[in-house]
């Protein structure tokens, strides 16, 4: 599904990214941890092009792009197969729920006005705000905010969303309801890459947990061999402060 090879970004003098490879399969939630600081919200943008990157390849289904040399019509493409939840919400003040979700398929897609309706008040309903269509964003609870911006990625139909830290701008009790919501998109077998630095969510829901620091992954695998055996002594000190009392087990 999605390939990188050798990505490399560095903002001035400070490199970010130092060739970072990283797969994902279709269908798989890929997780990405690290500390604050080593690289893994800047790949998460470089993966839709947020941020540009200094090198490296993207491949996205059958399509292969250099980072380098992409052109606007090489990336217009590799948008148009993502989708992003940001930790801000990103949401039109000016605009109702419903009205925010159907913003990138009616001016991005060129989906009818109505169709799009349609399938806004779907991808709403899917996330628990039935009856909050009319409601704009300081009507809003932050968690609901959240959905709405969940709501916006998955009405799109994208092939990948990509997700930075949805809950990091959340009051601790606002977090579950959007975990929540991440589980059941999840398990329509939408393809997710998370970054986040909810490690019960991450236990629970990724096929495939990657750990960065200082701009490289440092190690990779399944949850069972990140939380419970983890190889890298990177890793399991990054594990330790965050995990202390599951000593690698959650």
Known sequence: MIQLKGVRKSFGKNEVLKGVDLS???GEVVVVLGPSGSGKTTLLRCINFLEAADDGELTIGDTKISFKHATSKEILNVRRQ??????NYNLFSNMTALENVMEGLVTARNVPVAQAKEIAQKALDKV???DKYDSFPLQLSGGQQQRVGIARAVALNPEVILFDEPTSALDPELVGEVLAVMRKVAQDGITMVVVTHEMSFANDIANHIVFMDEGVIVEEGSPKEIFSNPKEE?????????LPRWSFSI
């Open 128 to 130: 628990g705000l039935t």
């Open 234 to 242: 990177r890793t399991k000190q990054f594990l330790e402060r965050i």
């Open 82 to 87: 993502t989708a992003m939840v940001f930790q």
């Open 24 to 26: 994902v399969k279709t």
